[in-house]
């Protein structure tokens, strides 16, 4: 059966920033599905231990009254995110992101910030399979204009978005994208193995990122470095 009918986990993060070596995470949600639809959430409301600026609160709307007064401890409630993600990759669920290399890599720094073991530690290896709706959308409409945001993405496919930058609501989205392009492009994305989309998914950003780089340093900053790294940097 085609894994977009299959089990997938949603996951995205709702930060204190852009940097995901240097943010702290906010909010958390894992959405496990199946063939798109919903079947269970699981949100974290973490303090991060440091003020959330301005700019970052008026994106997802949490304030630092909220998390002191309602959030977990980083420490606690990362190993958790971790423990839970871990466990459904474990079981062969595919987790699906939108951008993943930042939901990952922020978790990773995280847990590292907090001497807990890594995600790459916790599985024994590589973390995977994992589906970025983001990734595979550029790949297979590479030359469509327009944003890329999550929410125009959602309009191209048709999936509603909730409550935008609301973690459970974005992951859900992501799945639903996800879905979308496993179902509108069979061949090069819905009759796949999980684990050879997840090797194709890695040349893909390569490329993306070699072409971005190549095209900054071209016009605007002749050092621009991309990371190639794909899920996780």
């Known amino acids: 059966m085609s894994w977009w009918k299959e089990p997938l986990v949603g996951f995205d993060l709702e930060t204190t920033g852009t940097d995901p070596a240097e943010s702290r995470i906010v909010t958390a949600a894992l959405v496990d599905t199946l063939g798109g639809h919903l079947e269970l959430v699981t949100n974290w409301l973490i303090d991060p231990g440091v003020p959330i600026p301005a700019e970052a609160a008026a994106i997802h ?13 980083p420490a606690e409630a990362v190993e958790e995110i971790a423990e839970a993600l871990c466990a459904r990759l474990s079981a062969g669920r595919p987790v699906v992101a939108f951008n993943a ?3 990952l890599s922020l978790l ?3 847990l590292h910030r907090h001497g807990l073991p890594s995600l790459s530690e916790r599985l024994g ?10 990734v595979i959308d550029r ?9 890329r945001t999550l929410q125009h993405v959602c309009s191209v496919y048709g999936v509603e978005l ?6 459970g609501s974005d992951a859900l989205a992501a799945v639903r994208v996800a879905v979308a392009l496993g179902e509108r492009y069979p061949a090069q994305v819905g009759g796949l193995a999980p684990a050879e989309l997840h090797r194709l998914q ?14 900054l340093r071209k016009g605007k900053d002749a050092e621009a470095v991309v990371d190639r790294r794909w899920p996780l940097r």
């Open 61 to 73: 709307g949490i304030t630092d009254d909220q998390v002191r007064a309602k959030g977990r401890g």
């Open 101 to 103: 290399p930042f939901d």
């Open 108 to 110: 990773d720094a995280e």
């Open 125 to 134: 290896g590589e973390v995977g399979p994992v589906v970025d709706a983001l």
């Open 139 to 147: 790949s297979v409409d590479k030359y469509r204009k327009g944003s």
């Open 162 to 167: 909730a409550d935008a930058h609301e973690a």
């Open 202 to 215: 890695a040349g893909w950003y390569r490329d993306w990122a070699e072409g971005l780089q190549s095209w």
